[in-house]
């Protein structure tokens, strides 16, 4: 498999590894911490750095000298729980060396494997769901005291909007903001409700404010996170206190307005949309503010109406591609992303081939593919027979990636010629002579380093590309 396959695989959800550090090396304790799946896991162990920073611990890169150490889990698909179990198994053995050493689990696998990584097979000595960090220093003394510390309770308020996350990636230009938590969709492949609960929003103010504070320490782009970002809606009912009787509810779009209006030097980006809720008014809030990116991803999962309908997504194929419509006619020139899975229960070749013929009109710029893995209580693993052969689901998303290979590569040729405007994020991981950065579309670009920094906007004339990357040079405008 070619790296950019690899790439479009593993890029967004699910199994990517990442360890991450805080250089601030004052205190004595030392904290270890790895995150795996999308990025709202990510954004959260960002909260949770905070709150061991408030209980004297300092972060390290180095798992040897960490008094504790805590994997932030991802349940999305069966690999990416492997994947987590492997770690454990290695944790377990430095432990061997080092049993002051605490090992603890976070996020959307504490719930579910509780039982088995703490009791059966003693991996862990903690665990703590997503709605938990803020009990995590009460953990690790129960731990200290030769208890099993578990608090897996899931929250219907708790949004973590006071905590002000210690950014893992000193010296960025680019953060996550997660702006609500949960999910009500139970979609039925989907194992996220019963992993992070309730869906809520966020007090506006306080995401308002973490933008300002980013802005102000140099970062130059926020991506609001969410799983149904679209369902962001904050009022009276939705607890408590209005501090602005101005906006008694406030919804996505206007959400984003206010986020926008921070500087017009600071990009603002989210994730995820859900085809069922996306409204023109977000559209057009997009299609007002530059600095709005002009890229959405609008998973669609498959092509056709009666396996949406099995997936419970709440809309149909027409649905989908008339909102594909709107997205072009109201916002110029603006990007599209997708998630598509492949063998979803009783998929016959016909719905897989209009998996395909969407894929055909829509031309994705870009997406993200997976073969069907059954969950714990969803509603499929409940309703339906995972009856799609393996051999089939892979054949199946062969040709899923091999299409939007060559839509990815189409995307990209198109902008050879253009030029664009480029954020850029640092020194190129290919070549050191190169920098990096991405357009408002999200396309990475690269580009001959000159004297350029990372955060500065520049111009970049797009001279060559490949399905993953443009290449391009500096232009004065
Ligand atoms: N909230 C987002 C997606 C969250 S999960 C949304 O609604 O689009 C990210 C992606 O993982 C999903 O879009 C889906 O394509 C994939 N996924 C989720 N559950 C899966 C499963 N059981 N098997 C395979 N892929 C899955
Ligand atoms: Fe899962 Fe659906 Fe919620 Fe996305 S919208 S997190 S796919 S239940
Ligand atoms: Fe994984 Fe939980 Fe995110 S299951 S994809 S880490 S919400």
Redesign the pocket.
């Known amino acids: 498999m070619s790296t950019e396959e690899k790439e479009i695989l593993e890029g967004?959800?699910?199994e990517v590894l990442e360890s991450v550090q805080n250089a601030d090396a004052t205190t004595s304790k030392k904290l270890y911490i790895e995150s795996y799946g999308?990025q709202m896991n990510f954004s959260d162990s960002e909260v949770v750095a905070s709150i061991m920073s408030e209980n004297g611990f300092s972060t390290t890169r180095d798992v040897d000298e960490a008094d504790v150490v805590l994997i932030n889990t991802c349940s999305?698909?069966d690999n990416a729980e492997k994947r987590v179990r492997n770690r454990l198994t290695e944790f377990k053995k430095k432990k061997a060396d080092n049993p002051e050493m605490v090992v603890g689990i976070l996020g959307c696998m504490a719930e579910r494997l509780k039982k088995s990584l703490l009791e059966q097979e003693k991996l862990v000595d903690l665990v703590a769901g997503p709605d938990a960090y803020r009990d995590l220093p009460n953990l690790i003394d129960e731990v200290g005291t030769g208890q099993k510390a578990v608090n897996v309770l899931l929250s219907r308020d708790e949004t973590y909007a006071d905590i002000s996350p210690v950014r893992l990636d000193k010296g960025g230009i680019s953060a996550f903001v997660t702006i609500m938590r949960g999910?009500d969709?139970m979609?039925s492949?989907?194992?996220?409700p019963f992993t992070r609960g309730r869906e809520r929003s966020r007090d506006p103010e306080t995401i308002v404010q973490e933008c300002q504070d980013l802005f102000s320490k140099g970062y130059r782009e926020v991506t609001l996170l969410g799983?149904?970002v679209d369902s962001f809606r904050w009022n009276i009912t939705n607890k408590g206190e209005i501090k602005n009787k101005e906006l008694p509810t406030v919804n996505f779009a206007q959400l984003l307005i206010m986020v926008a209006k921070v500087s017009p030097d600071l990009r603002v980006r989210f994730s995820?949309s859900?085809p069922k809720d996306m409204t023109d008014e977000v559209l057009h809030a997009m299609a007002s503010f530059e600095n709005i990116c002009n890229y959405i991803h609008l998973?669609v999962?498959a092509g056709h109406s009666a396996v949406l309908k099995r997936m419970n997504r709440g809309y149909t194929r027409e649905w989908y591609l008339e909102r594909i419509e709107a997205i072009h006619k109201i916002i110029p020139d603006c990007a599209v992303s997708t998630?598509?899975?492949s063998g979803f229960c009783a998929e016959t070749d016909e719905e897989h081939e209009d998996t395909l013929s969407l894929m055909d009109i829509v031309a994705f710029d870009f997406a993200?593919m997976?073969?069907?893995?059954?969950?714990p209580k969803?509603l499929?693993e409940r309703k339906f027979e995972d009856d799609v052969p393996e051999a089939v689901k892979s054949k199946r998303l062969t040709e899923i990636i091999e299409k939007q290979l060559s839509y990815s590569l189409a995307s990209n040729k198109e902008r050879i010629g253009k030029t664009e405007k480029v954020l850029i994020e640092g020194i190129s991981k290919r070549s050191e002579e190169h920098m990096s950065g991405r357009t408002g579309r999200n396309s990475m670009v690269v580009f001959p380093k000159g004297n350029f920094k990372k955060g500065d906007y520049i111009n970049v004339k797009i001279l060559d590309c490949t399905s993953a990357t443009l290449l391009g040079e500096a232009v004065e405008h």
Do not use: L
């Open positions: 967004r959800q699910g999308c999305i698909r999910c969709n979609c492949f989907c194992v996220v799983q149904n995820t859900h998973p999962q998630d598509i899975i993200y997976f073969k069907y893995s059954e969950r969803t499929a």
